[in-house]
């Protein structure tokens, strides 16, 4: 905690002097080019990967990066408070971008792969059931990636499944339907700091390097037309 607050005072003393002018417009509002949707997890910090500020993402953080799916009124089945970020995300700040961002090493996804928790917590086992379809379709299906471990290969199919979770939101449809939000799914390697973006075509996650970033914003702008 200690690093925390001395923290808050370092960014007072040598950082708030760049932004100030920057937060002093985004006061006024926020247009974020994305809803990121990703894990609590400490290791994950999306500005730090993404080289983003203050105002360019509008972030969405859980246990697992799960989305619970909606009913077809478009009413979670789940925690009211992921259908309120997409609504508010989608309906109010009209994102163009829905990115669902899972990672290695996700103790979540431990958890759901062993089916065993190391300690008793009923809140915690509840959330998880919507990793199960995850689950399933590993073990029906196999890994995108055999040489993960399983927990990552979980990870990864787990990310793919909440992306179909988003698409039960009778919303976020639609404008996917208009062409006017496009759903991606990312995955991030804690070990060696690498950003993986899915590509339906080669079925696997591939490394956002410079190559692969032209390619994902090309098709972007095709779209865009
Ligand atoms: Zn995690």
Not at 43 to 53: E, F
Not at 101 to 122: D, F, I, T
């Amino acid at each position: 905690m200690r690093k925390l607050i001395l923290g808050i005072v370092e960014f007072r003393e040598k950082m708030l002097p760049h932004y100030a002018e920057q937060f002093n417009k985004l006061a006024l509002a926020q247009t974020p080019d994305a809803l990121f949707v990703t894990c609590s997890d400490s290791r994950v910090v999306p500005d730090l990967l993404a080289s983003t500020h203050p105002g360019d993402l509008f972030t969405m953080r859980n246990v697992g990066n799960l989305i619970p799916p909606a009913t077809t009124d478009g009413v979670s089945t789940g925690d009211l408070s992921e259908a309120s970020a997409i609504e508010y995300a989608v309906l109010v700040l009209k994102v163009a971008n829905i990115v669902v961002c899972g990672h290695s090493e996700c103790g979540a996804m431990k958890s759901v792969y062993s089916r065993n928790a190391k300690v008793k917590s009923p809140n915690l086992d509840k959330w998880l059931c919507h990793a199960n379809n995850a689950a399933f379709r590993l073990e029906q299906e196999g890994p995108l990636d055999g040489r993960l471990k399983p927990h990552d290969q979980l990870s990864q199919l787990n990310v793919l499944v909440q992306l179909e979770h988003l698409m039960t939101y009778p919303i976020v449809r639609q404008q996917v339907t208009a062409g006017a939000l496009v759903l991606s799914g990312w995955w991030f390697d804690i070990a060696t700091g690498d950003m993986y973006a899915y590509e339906r075509s080669s079925r696997s996650f591939e490394v956002i390097d410079r190559a692969m970033a032209e390619r994902m914003i090309a098709r972007l702008a095709a779209r865009a037309r």
